[in-house]
């Protein structure tokens, strides 16, 4: 929940159903109906509604709204006992009480059982808030099994997934007998009453939703593409029945009685397939924020006035409380170290591989792990003031503010659902009018012909099945999609953002270049033991190097090293040999007054000119070795951005690092604008200022840092050995982390955008030529009527051309 100036609340409604920009539509429609909501937007992206309400009563009357027109609000329901009530007038207190909690659906308190039957949004309150607020009217709830009883919004999303999932895999079962008697066996004894039996399980039960939202849809006065689905399913079947059980009526005619019990079983098992393939390949934006809020320990250790250590949860943690952090620890929360040291791992803040030390005075921050010493701070920001808690909110508001592509089904479908049942009532009543004796019977079988060869399966499977293919030939190159946006617009792409670290370069300090003074290197052994002792993050590099060379780790462990001692801020140093050694900064070489030789002095510029972060290495007289280390630039980067820019794209270097680095490294790479010591808000911001150029972004990033970028760009691409939460805010994924991918990504965006509208095509020619004749628009001519048999098997031959198109896309260069 989020509170504006005038204190109205903000409530988001977790949706579901609303796949498309119509639906979306809709519902924003229906919330602007109901009184007492201030504002209203729905995010399709989020998944969810951000309304603005005067008190929470009024999100109950909003949930009804949006399940009235036939989508629905994810909610969880929990029974909790009530402590403490002694009267009816309890009761009712606690029961007000807990009605005003902000993302409360629902919620009654019944005194002679003490039960609380509660229904809530799981992402905006839980069973431990609600019962905060019993206790804060002097109350209590029991909610000893509520990790046992709390679903969780993603727990809720897999649930509706997997029934989903069950329910497309029972209607594929059932329809596959019905469509072989349909098409082979429609003279065998019984064969009507086998395909009623198994296609009624299909209509009634597997499509039912179809039904029940085409007619809250009508009660609206609206119509979508379920509407088409349950009037050609629904006459479909409801036809078949009657000719089933009345085939007299017809034969008196002249007709015969044909049964339509395969379209209409069909016919839900491929929009059923449809739906099932879509919400596979969309990627889940909440796996990313439950990853970003468990960057935060769920329990910290809180040291109390008289010194004593306590374990404490997140929760509970207060301003002003002193917090002991130990090695290897995440930091809990925002504040100021007041005693101890440590380098901790900001890596999610600034993006920088290198840990950075902490001392006194100095802020830590949410989410970023100490390294191997310890220390204490006072928690300056809690809950949602900490930065961590700022980014998860950016992530989300990013999210749900980007405007997805307006699709062009959605846009279809809007038109066509209206006009194929004005085309199916016009075609009855000219019948009626002009058909003589048999007017109603042949104007009710051709507007039932009407119906079923305009049911939108191929319109259902367009997208998808294209999506799907497009995504499996992704993933074999390497690139991991996640939906249909990205890849519909990763062709129109014309400004790339590229983080440095991890996505430019290796991600990892590595030793660059080493000098030894007169090229002798017979300490070598030493300056191997002393940094296998440090803490220094740099002193990983140095070590792996050595151990790269096959230098003997026996000899490198065997000499006694005494007097170890970490000099803050500087270096470290050790005596061996009653020789004193130390490794560290210059400006520890020249507080000891050590010597260091022209030729040193010199390497050592030169490799800070190149932006190289130089280490020193001396005995107690004179500098012995200069060490630059660095984060190389990957291999195949250079030739990637030349592939881009040669596609006439525009690229940009935003990186967390200082402005020397950035230069040098867009020097190398022939980048000509880069952006230094840039913040995760400012990189959103760059990214905004581009888009209000009319420019399509793309975002390409490894590391939490970026998830505010990445959510914010058009197109948004993560670097696969990044972060986990990089990967799960950008819908691609580079798994190699190979710059080279990005313009391979643009080419097959390019095809599977052909291939979804070649699909659309073949979806509407049938409809385009099938509706006319269906309609009778032949018969005045030469007494042709297209038999709904014949309108059925067109309607599945316009999906099997849909499915086989997409499966071209997969032998394409």
Known sequence: MATNNDNKETIYLPLEGVESEHCALIVDKGLAEVKG?????VELNNRRAAITVENNETVAEATKTIKDLGYGVTTAKGTFLVLGMTCASCAGSAESIVRHQPGVVNASVNFATGNLTVEYLPNMTN????????QGVGYDLLIEDETKQQETLEALHEKKFQQLKTKTIWAIILSLPVVIIG?????????????????TPVVLWLGRDFFINAWKQAKHRSANMDTLVALSTGIAYIFSVFNMFFADFWHQRGLHAHVYFEAAAVIIAFILLGKLLEEKAKGNTSTAIKKLMGLQPKTVTVVQADGTEKQTVIEEVNVGDVILVKPGDKIAVDGMVISGNSYVDESMLSGEPVPVLKKENEKVFAGTINQKGSFRFKAVKVGKETMLAQIIKMVQDAQGSKAPVQKLVDKIAGIFVPT???????TFALWLALGGDNGLVQGLLAAVTVLVIACPCALGLATPTAIMVGVGKGAENGILIKDAESLELAKKVDAVILDKTGTITEGRPEVTGIRWLNNDNATKDILLRIERQSEHPLAEAVVKHFENENFSKVDAGNAEMSDFDSITGQGVKAVHDNETYYVGNRVLL???AIAITADLQQQADEWSRQSNTVIWFSNSRQALAVLAISDKIKETSVAAIKEMQEMGIDLYILTGDNEATAKAIAEETGIKHYKAEVLPQRKADFVKELQQQGRVVAMVGDGINDSTALATADVSIAMGKGSDIAMDVAKMTIISSDLTKIPQAIRLSKQTVVTIK???FWAFIYNLIGIPIAAGILYPIN???LNPMIAGAAMALSS????SNSLRLKWKK
């Open 37 to 41: 909501i201030e504002s209203h937007k």
């Open 127 to 134: 069973a431990s808030q609600l019962q905060k607020a019993v």
């Open 183 to 199: 098409m082979f066996f429609m003279d065998m004894p019984y064969g009507n009453e086998i395909m009623w039996a198994f296609s």
């Open 420 to 426: 194929v049942i004005g085309i199916a009532v016009l």
């Open 590 to 592: 020249t507080e000891k």
């Open 758 to 760: 070649q699909n659309l």
């Open 783 to 785: 007494g042709f009527l």
């Open 800 to 803: 099997v051309s849909v499915v």
